[in-house]
């Protein structure tokens, strides 16, 4: 069976030209669309029916960084392990906790500005690790890139815990 990357005849790497995705993804799609198969038998109808959704999955998959990387990584035999491999680097430990301290105090002292600079810092974060994981993976060092893809799995559940304190904080 052929990988997300076979699918939409595009190289196997994190650097990813997102126009040739769309492109590809938009062609594959016309391929399978229920609209060709009006006449056709019901097993080729379930057919172009797993196609396009298997074509959704991959364009899902390949169009987020995260994603990309995570499958990535497995794609070349480096299981994340994240209910099991928990461990991460005493740094980043650290700073997790300073920003929980920060989530906790803005929320508390109802204070948006502090809130909107642990936003920022937070979406800086996921930049560095995102450019880190793109070139690790880029260079074939894919369980190094696996540590970091681990670490922003990390960042994205804390991204979406400082979106709900500014919906609490903005009703």
Same mark, same amino acid.
């Not at 172009?48 to 390949?62: S, V």
């Not at 995260?66 to 700073?95: D, H, I, W």
């Not at 002292?109 to 880029?138: C, H, M, S, T």
């Given at each position: 069976?052929?990988?997300?990357? *076979? #699918?939409?005849?595009? $190289?196997?790497?994190?650097?990813? @030209?997102?126009?040739? =995705?769309?492109?590809?993804?938009?062609?594959?799609?016309?391929?399978?669309? $229920? @609209?060709?198969?009006?006449?056709?038998?019901?097993?080729?109808?379930?057919?172009?029916?797993? +196609?396009? &959704?298997?074509?959704?999955?991959?364009?899902?998959?390949?169009?987020? $960084?995260?994603?990309? !990387?995570?499958?990535?990584? /497995? #794609?070349?035999?480096?299981?994340?392990?994240?209910?099991?491999? &928990?461990?991460? $680097?005493? !740094?980043?430990?650290?700073?997790?906790? *300073? +920003?929980?301290?920060? =989530?906790?105090?803005? %929320?508390?002292?109802?204070?948006?500005?502090?809130?909107?600079?642990? @936003?920022?810092?937070?979406?800086?974060?996921?930049?560095?690790?995102?450019? %880190?994981?793109?070139?690790? =993976? @880029?260079?074939?060092?894919?369980?190094?890139?696996?540590?970091?893809?681990?670490?922003?799995?990390? =960042? *994205?559940?804390?991204?979406? /815990?400082?979106?709900?304190?500014?919906?609490?904080? *903005?009703?």
């Amino acid at each position: 069976m052929q990988n997300h990357f *076979e #699918l939409f005849q595009l $190289p196997q790497r994190f650097t990813l @030209d997102t126009s040739a =995705l769309e492109q590809a993804y938009h062609e594959v799609q016309n391929q399978t669309h $229920p @609209d060709r198969f009006v006449n056709a038998t019901s097993a080729e109808k379930r057919v172009a029916m797993q +196609w396009t &959704t298997r074509a959704n999955e991959a364009y899902q998959t390949l169009k987020s $960084p995260f994603k990309r !990387a995570a499958y990535l990584c /497995e #794609l070349n035999g480096v299981a994340l392990e994240v209910e099991s491999n &928990t461990a991460m $680097p005493t !740094a980043f430990l650290m700073q997790q906790m *300073e +920003w929980r301290e920060t =989530l906790d105090d803005a %929320r508390a002292e109802k204070n948006l500005a502090a809130l909107e600079q642990l @936003d920022e810092e937070l979406r800086a974060a996921r930049r560095a690790d995102l450019q %880190r994981i793109g070139v690790l =993976l @880029d260079a074939g060092d894919f369980q190094q890139a696996a540590q970091y893809v681990r670490q922003l799995m990390f =960042l *994205e559940k804390f991204g979406e /815990e400082i979106g709900n304190a500014f919906a609490v904080l *903005e009703s």
